[in-house]
């Protein structure tokens, strides 16, 4: 009796953790502390087996620089932040009206020290630099060394990659953006030294590059602002030229599934993308969007997994299989109207939700808890939308809808509903004057 307790309490501890420890695309993340994680365009760098994220705090909701923060995990999932790495210095260019972007450290063997690069400009981004510097132990924090012009050319958007021999080289967006360049860095990784290779024209920013059995891969967004665009993979068996042309990671409608690359790290025999979903008019809300970096057809592909586990000791990863629900098959109320498409899942949505229209889907199956919903929708406009949602008749949820970039686009959102045990009753578009975007499905975890 006490035995088949216990096996049955140490099955109840595993399902548990495997309903919390998941990574969770486009969700707000919190630390231990319960705050928002503030770590945009971030890097990872990987001490021992402790991972440490560094990324830029938006917090202010501003473009200007506030910290570098520094968080540290041992599973990727579970983050607590640490000191800030780097913090403003007035009268330099890492002051609190500069721009200090995508920040990423190495670490460097000679010297036994760590060594950030981040993206260092004016508040127009008119210097377009890289800055650097270092510290004595991960999170620092790091003494600011200087901003500079690597061999004189523009540098914007840029990242760093440590080979296996030790060199390390820059990536970046120079020329005004059009020529992209990979520049090898001093012993110290204080400096450039030499352009390794240069792609004229091809306005990439956002680089971060993944080796594999040998090869480089580049992947990169091209250039929109802070809209998102279909970002892409180059590879090469070596990092001084000879890269292939540029193909996907994600269909290209999604433009990468509404995100931009900001760090690519190697797990086992694949990788993860790790993106952010930008948003402007709340540079603190942008979310991180990451997802598993499929790599067994030998190139890299985003696994669009809503819900995912991560091993990091395993160097695998699984994604969590849910049931769907299409929303066409839902009660439709006030003006709420089938759609039909064949790129809705079932060839059908339903589209007018809000402003009076709802849809409800029956007999969603929970189990008395809290669970994962994705919401797939298509919202053809060039902002914004939400959705609220109700279960069983309870209060509303708002579900921000970012615009998918075209009517028949659908990409997916999460919440986290609690549902009864048993069926449950989940209503869309209730009690919001604004449209919602036509919803095609939701698949619960
Ligand atoms: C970096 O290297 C360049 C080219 O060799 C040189 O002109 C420049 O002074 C160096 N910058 C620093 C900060 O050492
Ligand atoms: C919801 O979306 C509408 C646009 O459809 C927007 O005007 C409104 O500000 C949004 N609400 C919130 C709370 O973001
Ligand atoms: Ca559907």
Same mark, same amino acid.
């Given at each position: 009796m *006490?035995?088949?307790l216990a096996l049955a309490l140490?099955v109840?501890?595993?399902?548990?953790?495997?309903?919390?420890n998941?990574?969770?695309a &486009?969700?707000t993340?919190t630390d231990?502390?319960g705050?928002?994680i503030?770590?945009?365009?971030?890097?990872?760098?990987?001490?021992?087996?402790t991972?440490y994220?560094f990324?830029?705090d938006k917090?202010?909701?501003?473009?200007? *620089?506030?910290?570098?923060s520094?968080y540290s995990?041992?599973?990727?999932v579970?983050?607590?932040?640490?000191?800030? $790495?780097?913090?403003?210095?007035s009268?330099?260019?890492i002051?609190?009206?500069?721009i200090?972007?995508r920040?990423k450290?190495i670490?460097?063997?000679?010297?036994?020290?760590?060594v950030?690069?981040?993206?260092s400009?004016?508040? %127009?981004? #008119?210097?377009?630099?890289?800055?650097v510097a270092?510290?004595?132990s991960?999170?620092?924090?790091y003494?600011? +060394?200087?901003?500079?012009?690597?061999?004189?050319?523009?540098?914007?958007?840029?990242g760093?990659?440590?080979?296996?021999d030790?060199?390390?080289?820059l990536?970046?967006a120079?020329?005004? %953006?059009?020529?992209?360049?990979?520049?090898?860095?001093?012993?110290d990784y204080? %400096?450039?030294?030499?352009?390794?290779?240069?792609?004229?024209?091809?306005?990439?920013?956002?680089?971060g590059?993944? +080796?594999?059995n040998? +090869?480089y891969?580049?992947?990169?967004?091209?250039?929109?602002?802070w809209?998102?665009n279909?970002?892409? *993979?180059?590879?090469?068996s070596?990092?001084?030229g #000879?890269w292939?042309?540029?193909?996907?990671?994600?269909?290209?409608?999604?433009?990468?599934w509404?995100s931009?690359?900001?760090?690519?790290?190697?797990? !086992?025999?694949?990788g993860i993308?790790?993106?952010?979903?930008?948003?402007p008019?709340?540079?603190?809300?942008?979310?991180?969007?990451?997802?598993?970096?499929? *790599?067994?057809? &030998?190139n890299?592909?985003?696994?669009?997994?809503?819900?995912?586990n991560?091993? /990091?000791?395993a160097?695998?990863y699984?994604?969590?299989?849910g049931?769907?629900y299409?929303?066409e098959?839902?009660? @439709?109320?006030?003006?709420?109207? @089938?759609?039909?498409?064949?790129?809705?899942?079932?060839?059908?949505? /339903?589209?007018y939700? &809000?402003h &009076?229209g709802t849809?409800?889907?029956? +007999?969603v199956?929970g189990?008395?808890g809290?669970?994962?919903? $994705?919401?797939?929708y298509a919202?053809?406009?060039?902002t914004?939308?939400n959705?609220?949602?109700?279960?069983?008749?309870?209060?509303?949820?708002?579900?921000d809808?970012p615009n998918? !970039?075209?009517?028949h686009?659908?990409?997916?959102?999460p919440?986290k509903l609690?549902?009864?045990?048993g069926?449950n009753?989940?209503t869309?578009?209730s009690s919001?004057?604004?449209?919602a $975007?036509?919803?095609?499905k939701?698949?619960?975890?």
């Amino acid at each position: 009796m *006490f035995r088949f307790l216990a096996l049955a309490l140490a099955v109840f501890a595993i399902f548990v953790k495997a309903q919390n420890n998941v990574i969770v695309a &486009g969700a707000t993340w919190t630390d231990t502390s319960g705050n928002t994680i503030q770590a945009h365009g971030g890097g990872i760098l990987k001490v021992g087996s402790t991972f440490y994220w560094f990324g830029e705090d938006k917090s202010h909701n501003s473009a200007l *620089f506030k910290a570098v923060s520094c968080y540290s995990s041992s599973d990727l999932v579970t983050w607590s932040r640490q000191n800030d $790495a780097l913090s403003p210095i007035s009268g330099t260019m890492i002051s609190t009206s500069n721009i200090v972007e995508r920040p990423k450290v190495i670490f460097n063997q000679k010297n036994q020290e760590y060594v950030m690069w981040f993206h260092s400009d004016s508040s %127009n981004y #008119g210097a377009a630099m890289v800055g650097v510097a270092t510290a004595k132990s991960p999170c620092g924090p790091y003494t600011y +060394k200087s901003s500079f012009k690597p061999l004189g050319a523009d540098s914007r958007d840029e990242g760093l990659f440590l080979d296996d021999d030790t060199n390390a080289y820059l990536l970046y967006a120079s020329d005004n %953006n059009q020529n992209f360049k990979i520049t090898r860095l001093d012993a110290d990784y204080y %400096n450039v030294t030499t352009v390794v290779t240069q792609m004229n024209g091809a306005t990439l920013e956002a680089p971060g590059i993944i +080796k594999k059995n040998g +090869k480089y891969f580049l992947i990169a967004s091209h250039t929109s602002g802070w809209d998102p665009n279909p970002n892409k *993979f180059f590879s090469s068996s070596s990092i001084s030229g #000879g890269w292939t042309s540029e193909a996907d990671i994600a269909p290209s409608a999604t433009r990468t599934w509404f995100s931009q690359n900001a760090y690519d790290l190697p797990l !086992g025999s694949n990788g993860i993308y790790m993106g952010d979903r930008w948003r402007p008019s709340l540079l603190g809300s942008s979310s991180y969007i990451w997802y598993p970096l499929d *790599f067994s057809s &030998g190139n890299p592909t985003i696994v669009h997994a809503d819900v995912w586990n991560v091993n /990091v000791q395993a160097g695998t990863y699984s994604a969590v299989t849910g049931t769907s629900y299409e929303a066409e098959s839902g009660t @439709l109320g006030g003006s709420a109207t @089938l759609l039909s498409d064949s790129s809705f899942s079932g060839g059908r949505a /339903v589209g007018y939700l &809000g402003h &009076g229209g709802t849809v409800t889907i029956n +007999k969603v199956q929970g189990n008395g808890g809290a669970h994962w919903v $994705a919401l797939y929708y298509a919202n053809g406009d060039s902002t914004w939308r939400n959705v609220t949602v109700s279960v069983n008749g309870g209060p509303s949820t708002l579900v921000d809808q970012p615009n998918t !970039g075209g009517g028949h686009v659908i990409i997916s959102v999460p919440v986290k509903l609690t549902l009864n045990n048993g069926a449950n009753q989940i209503t869309f578009g209730s009690s919001q004057t604004n449209y919602a $975007a036509d919803l095609d499905k939701i698949i619960v975890f």
